[in-house]
């Protein structure tokens, strides 16, 4: 008798009251979430949410033209990677076989540098473009002697996914080798379910919050806020997108997450590099999520009488 095949679980879905009363944002609350660019949040909306410098992340719209509609959706980080730090360190042998004895010291104080795309998983950034260092002990190494003692570089990549109404996980995903040679030696590299190894996770808060400054009178169906770049002034053009629009907007970028494949250490991870290398897309795996954002509702019905389906009329009858 042939095995069943095993039923992929049904991912849950993240709930809660901040997802009720949908309705549309108005002009004043707009005003309120619209930076003149998404590196000025900083600045401009989180000091009044007691932002004190750690990660935050955030849902980023620009708007059309006549400020409409809704051109583009990302995700964006502020603030320091590491929880109270400035700085971690972590055992090199963890990502090098050669790394006996030594650590990797990481600081990453502007999560910026980590950019979205289309998903909730960053472009790979370089490990000369982090501020890091290699020690023994208490001694730092130089670059050249890192290199000789086999540690040729590294790049990295954030992946995020929503677990709260307020809050997601992020993995940071470590891949031994500096991007270009990386790039190079593995064909599918690119593709966000390429193996790497894990450096840090945790979990951070995103928003603004609906409940929280600049806060909105009343619930408008999405637990968190987005920040707003308009495409002229909103004193020229005064509109906004619907809260139908705002709210798919941000359901998709927030959907848009990925859970990565780790491997348990450096031999274990060039054995999956081998594998794929040899036997090409198909071995890359399509990891479930544990929960997932929801789909947005649907748009309400129209009123009786405001529209009505046109009724064809065949010839002849």
């Not at 708007?63 to 051109?71: P, Y």
């Not at 990481?106 to 540098?113: E, Q």
């Not at 030696?185 to 945790?202: D, M, W």
Request: charged content about 20%; overall charge positive.
């Amino acid at each position: 008798m042939a095995e069943r095949s095993k039923k992929k679980k049904t991912v849950r879905s993240i709930s809660g009251p901040g997802f009720r009363s949908a309705r549309d944002l108005s002009l004043k609350e707009i005003k309120k979430l619209s930076v003149p660019s998404f590196d000025r949040v900083v600045e401009h909306l989180l000091p009044d949410l007691g932002w004190k410098g750690d990660l935050y992340g955030s849902v980023g719209l620009i708007l059309s033209n006549d400020n409409k509609s809704i051109v583009n959706g990302n995700f964006f980080l502020s603030g320091q990677l590491f929880p109270g730090s400035e700085s971690k360190r972590f055992q090199a042998a963890k990502f090098w076989s050669a790394g006996t004895d030594l650590d990797l010291q990481l600081s990453i104080n502007n999560a910026s540098i980590f950019n979205f795309s289309s998903t909730l998983t960053s472009d790979f950034v370089d490990g000369s473009d982090v501020t890091h260092a290699f020690f023994k002990g208490n001694q730092r190494l130089e670059t050249e002697e890192a290199e000789a003692a086999g540690i040729p570089g590294f790049c990295l990549r954030l992946f995020v996914a929503p677990s709260k109404e307020t809050f997601a996980k992020l993995t940071l995903v470590l891949y031994p080798l500096p991007l270009a040679v990386l790039l190079e030696s593995q064909l599918l590299a690119e593709n966000v379910r390429f193996p790497g190894l894990s450096v840090f996770s945790g979990e951070f808060p995103i928003g603004p919050p609906q409940t929280a400054v600049p806060r909105t009178p009343t619930p408008y169906g999405c637990p968190i806020l987005p920040v707003v770049i308009p495409g002229s002034p909103l004193t020229d053009f005064p509109n906004t997108p619907s809260g139908i629009e705002i709210r798919r907007k941000i359901a998709e970028v927030l959907r848009a997450a990925v859970k990565p494949e780790i491997k348990n250490g450096p031999a274990m991870l060039l054995k999956r590099w081998t594998e794929i290398q040899n036997a090409g897309p198909s071995k890359l795996l399509n990891k479930q999520l544990d929960i997932m954002w929801p789909l947005p509702p649907p748009a309400p019905p129209r009123d009786k009488g405001e529209y009505k389906e046109p009724v064809m009329v065949l010839s002849g009858q």
